[in-house]
């Protein structure tokens, strides 16, 4: 089982989180999104670097998503957890068993009090695979995973 860290908004200002709790996924691109250029994304949000972390992720692995504290901040809150429970490669969608939510928003989830965690590099849409095996990410990913 390996660990995720996924984004809550498109292009860093649309708000896409209530959609993904009440639809039951999590999606790192919309291939029928007509008014973005992938050609606009570069490095660590490069479309390619996403798609290729999206091919690793596996049913029954955990996700987080999380949203960065402002622009230079070190910290990134936790939103919602949840567990894959099926993928569709096509689609590059991830249908998620959403099992929490932060306390400060409306949905019929049970709730954990916002944590804010350290940043870790994870400022793109996509981040891992993580394993508790490795000693350096276990600390962190029971911050972000414990609640």
């Given at each position: 089982m ?11 200002s ?107 590099g ?26």
């Amino acid at each position: 089982m390996n660990y995720w860290l996924v984004g809550a908004t498109w292009g860093g200002s649309e708000d896409a989180l209530e959609v993904f709790l009440k639809r039951g996924y999590w999606y790192c691109w919309d291939l029928n999104k007509e008014d973005v250029n992938p050609d606009e994304f570069k490095g660590g949000n490069s479309i390619s670097r996403q798609l290729s972390s999206f091919s690793c992720i596996k049913v029954d692995d955990r996700i987080a998503v999380k949203r960065l504290c402002g622009k230079g901040a070190k910290d990134m809150r936790i939103l919602a957890l949840g567990i894959v429970k099926d993928i569709c490669h096509k689609e590059h969608r991830i249908y998620v068993d959403w099992i929490a939510v932060t306390d400060s928003i409306d949905a019929n989830l049970p709730k954990f009090k916002e944590k804010k965690v350290d940043l870790g590099g994870c400022i793109s849409s996509i981040h891992g695979p993580y394993s508790l095996e490795s000693e350096n990410d276990k600390i962190w990913l029971q911050q972000i995973f414990c609640i």
